[in-house]
């Protein structure tokens, strides 16, 4: 299975952003999907993910209200909308699937329950 994450770049604190990540070699629609994030001399952390049906999201407390993930199973992609940036938010994003189906926030917040990660794609947001 590979992952193909885009749509990172530069943007204004309270700009936007919508990234992408586009999946092949495998079944989009039985994976569950995440978004993690790893900024400047940080480890890598969870930000959102979205089950195989797309009917439950969790999200990290830092983007909640700001972030949207969402997915297409006709397109094999999963998306993050990225509102309200803020420097903090400044981060290689990686997404990741998973062939389980279990889907709880606290299971979906760690990395280890992720088969298939993608290359990062970066986002700055400047001040």
């Known amino acids: 299975v590979q992952l193909q994450a885009s749509g990172g770049g530069l943007v204004q604190a309270g700009g936007y952003l919508r990234l992408s990540c586009a999946t092949s070699g495998g079944t989009f629609s039985g994976y569950v999907m995440g978004w993690f994030r790893q900024g400047p001399g940080n480890e890598r952390e969870f930000v959102a993910a979205?089950?195989?049906?797309?009917?439950?999201?969790s999200y990290a407390d830092s983007v909640k209200g700001r972030f949207t993930i969402s997915r297409d199973n006709a397109k094999n992609t999963v998306y993050l909308q990225m509102n309200s940036l803020k420097p903090e938010d400044t981060a290689a994003y990686y997404c990741?699937?998973?062939?389980?189906?279990?889907?709880?926030?606290?299971?979906?917040?760690?990395?280890?329950?992720?088969?298939?990660w993608g290359q990062g794609t970066q986002v700055t947001v400047s001040s």
């Open positions: 979205i089950a195989r049906s797309g009917g439950l999201t």
């Open positions: 990741a699937a998973d062939r389980s189906n279990y889907y709880s926030g606290n299971y979906r917040r760690a990395q280890s329950n992720y088969d298939y």
